[in-house]
């Protein structure tokens, strides 16, 4: 049985409440992160975590790393606890392909509120292959209100070329930002060096 394809955007959509006694997996109280390694098919539980961390206003540091090698881990069972999801169906679609680019506009639309509300200090978005254009550029429009972050690291997800230019204009007029980190990210040499020089370009004095 197949899930419906309107069902499965709409709970992907669909903002979600969390019960008060739901701890939040992988969250560091003490220090205001959290770090969560997911796999990239089980983004959208990662997604709801990183939702209700930024809801309670209670996160400075978030990292979230895409590992194929991580699944139905607690940040999963997190997810369907605060849904109520049960439909098997359901569950099966979110994990394939064609949706974790809708999951990929809702994780960064919730960072995006992040960077607006100046929560963040840090953000890394590590290993994650479905980071489209649009994705970025609502982060490219979290990070231009933004003014506390001062470490952005994309090491390992695919922003390419398209995406780098959604987010070179608001990371040259960043002025908080010192540490920015774009290993293994698909971008082109060409590209590469137009960033470089930006770069130069903002530290001479």
């Not at 790393?65 to 679609?93: C, Q, W, Y």
């Not at 007029?173 to 590469?192: E, N, P, Y």
């Amino acid at each position: 049985m197949q899930a419906d394809p309107e069902k499965v955007r709409k709970l992907i959509e669909k903002n979600y409440k969390t019960p008060n006694d739901l701890k939040i997996p992988h969250f560091d109280s003490e220090t205001a992160s959290l770090e969560i390694v997911v796999h990239p098919s089980d983004l959208i539980c990662a997604t709801e975590v990183v939702a209700t961390a930024v809801e309670q206003g209670m996160v400075k540091n978030i990292t979230v790393i895409g590992d194929i090698k991580s699944r139905n881990g607690p940040v999963s069972m997190f997810f369907r606890r605060k849904t109520n999801v049960r439909e098997k169906a359901l569950l099966h679609a979110l994990q394939k392909d064609k949706y974790i680019p809708l999951v990929s506009l809702k994780l960064s639309g919730v960072l995006k509120a992040a960077l607006t509300k100046e929560q963040l200090v840090t953000l890394e978005l590590v290993g994650l292959r479905h980071l489209t254009p649009e994705s970025l550029s609502l982060l490219a429009q979290g990070l231009e209100e933004n003014k506390s972050l001062t470490a952005l690291c994309f090491n390992d997800s695919i922003l390419g070329d398209k995406g780098l230019q959604r987010l070179v204009p608001v990371i040259r007029d960043h002025k908080g930002l010192t540490r920015l980190q774009l290993c293994r990210t698909s971008i082109t040499d060409a590209s590469g060096r137009d960033l470089m020089e930006m770069l130069h370009t903002q530290v001479m004095p």
